[in-house]
Nanobody, 113 residues
Framework: QVQLVESGGGLVQPGGSLRLSCAAS????????ISWYRQAPGKLRELVAS???????NYADSVKGRFTISRDNAKNTVYLQMNSLKPEDTAVYYC???????WGQGTQVTVSS
């Protein structure tokens, strides 16, 4: 089993950047494929970024070219670098392990002037 803890959220102005971290209690080998989701108020949770089984990355169309998912296996941490943030990126961001069907507690990202 693995436990996931997100951090790095906060309030940022439009056009700004944030880097979210997802720290895993156990090993995050490539088989874990931890991904990032978000849920805005009144909306369904949506996939933002993920790794494929081949180690490539996938992104929601709304964040392509602005967000980057990466991982540091030595630190058991997955990151989400978010640039050129927009108000519509405001949401609670969660990391998820499909291998263990485990969610983190979420971190709030608010993009507002």
């Amino acid at each position: 089993q693995v436990q996931l803890v997100e951090s790095g959220g906060g309030l940022v102005q439009p056009g700004g950047s944030l880097r979210l971290s997802c720290a895993a209690s156990g090993s995050i080998s490539t088989n874990t494929r931890i991904s990032w989701y978000r849920q805005a108020p009144g909306k369904l949770r949506e996939l933002v970024a993920s790794f494929t089984i081949y180690g490539n990355t996938n992104y929601a169309d709304s964040v392509k070219g602005r967000f980057t998912i990466s991982r540091d296996n030595a630190k058991n941490t997955v990151y989400l670098q978010m640039n050129s943030l927009k108000p519509e990126d405001t949401a609670v961001y969660y990391c998820y392990s499909p291998l263990y069907n485990t969610w983190g507690q979420g971190t709030q990202v608010t993009v507002s002037s």
